[in-house]
């Protein structure tokens, strides 16, 4: 349970800053272009490596790759399902015109709906996850590389 508190603490911070980095684009009324979007797995990223970082100083010689990784899938899954909630919330009940000017923004004839729009948020956030980790995790392993003597 210990080493199941750590992952999901960096997870509900790395969503409020999620969530708080909308809400800053909405006050500026760029939440629905895209390009915006990008930083958020800059801010997901942070939050898995801080949560690997952490838990590995915790572990010492104890920490292993399967453990790291671990912990950042949980980071990161726990930021995207709440960041999911919000944003589903967002869409529905605080702006509801914010699918229509996300879909005009596109520039398409899409025909799809708040779920639809929910599930590829979400898609996003685990798929950002897991690159993020397999990213981050490179730092964290050990290396297995033999010294060479000179």
Do not use: H
């Not at 915006?36 to 801080?50: K, M, Q, R, V, W």
């Not at 920490?63 to 990161?76: E, K």
């Not at 899954?77 to 944003?87: M, P």
């Not at 798929?127 to 590389?145: C, E, P, R, Y």
Request: charged share 10%; net charge positive.
């Amino acid at each position: 349970m210990k080493k199941i508190i750590l992952p999901i603490r960096y997870g509900l911070v790395t969503s409020a800053i999620l969530i708080a980095y909308f809400l800053v684009l909405a006050m500026f009324d760029k939440q629905t272009n895209p390009v915006y979007s990008f930083l958020n797995a800059g801010i997901t990223t942070y939050g898995i490596y801080e949560a690997v970082r952490i838990f590995k100083l915790e572990q010492k010689e104890l920490f292993n790759y399967t453990n790291g990784f671990t912990t950042g899938l949980i980071t990161g899954g726990t930021a995207t399902i709440v960041f999911t909630f919000f944003f589903l919330f967002y869409s529905t009940e605080v702006n509801q015109d914010f699918l229509p000017q996300l879909l005009n923004s596109l520039q398409g004839n899409f025909d799809i709906n708040n779920g639809m729009v929910t599930f590829i948020v979400a898609i996003m956030g685990f798929t950002t996850t897991v690159v993020a980790t397999l990213t981050v995790m490179q730092f964290f392993k050990n290396s297995g590389n033999i010294p060479q003597k000179k």
